[in-house]
C-alpha cells in the first residue's frame, strides 16, 4: 500500500501564487507517474499536470506558462508550483501516482481563486 499526503491549498486572491506537496509513503517500489488532477463543481476531473521518473512534463493546455510541476525522487514527492491564479482554477486538486504500475489518489486539497 502506497499512502499519499498532499498540503498548501487554500484561499488565494487572483493572481497571486500556491504550491502545492504530495508525499508518499509505504511500499514503494518504482513511482513512474506523478500527477495533478482536478475536479470543480459538476465537472470532470481532469490532468492538469504530469510527470515521469525521467523528468518528461505534460500540462493542461490553460495552465501552461502558469504551472511548473516538479518531483523530488529521493523523497518521492510531487510538487505544484501554481502561479498567476485564476477563478476559473478554483477547484479540488488531487495528486495521482503510479506505483509499480498500480495508481494511488491523493485525499484532495481545495484550492479558492476568488477576491
Known amino acids: 500500500q502506497v499512502q499519499l499526503v498532499e498540503s498548501g491549498g487554500g484561499l488565494v486572491q487572483p493572481g497571486g501564487s500556491l504550491r502545492l506537496s504530495c508525499a508518499a509513503s509505504g511500499s514503494i517500489f518504482s513511482i513512474y507517474f506523478m500527477g495533478w488532477y482536478r475536479q470543480a463543481p459538476e465537472k470532470e476531473r481532469e490532468l492538469v499536470a504530469a510527470?515521469?521518473?525521467?523528468?518528461?512534463?505534460n500540462y493542461l493546455e490553460s495552465v501552461k506558462g502558469r504551472f511548473t510541476i516538479s518531483r523530488d525522487n529521493a523523497k518521492n514527492t510531487v510538487y505544484l508550483q501554481m502561479n498567476s491564479l485564476k477563478p476559473e482554477d478554483t477547484a479540488v486538486y488531487y495528486c495521482k501516482v503510479v506505483n509499480y504500475g498500480i495508481p494511488y489518489w491523493g485525499q484532495g486539497t481545495q484550492v479558492t481563486v476568488s477576491s
Open positions: 510527470i515521469t521518473s525521467g523528468g518528461r512534463t
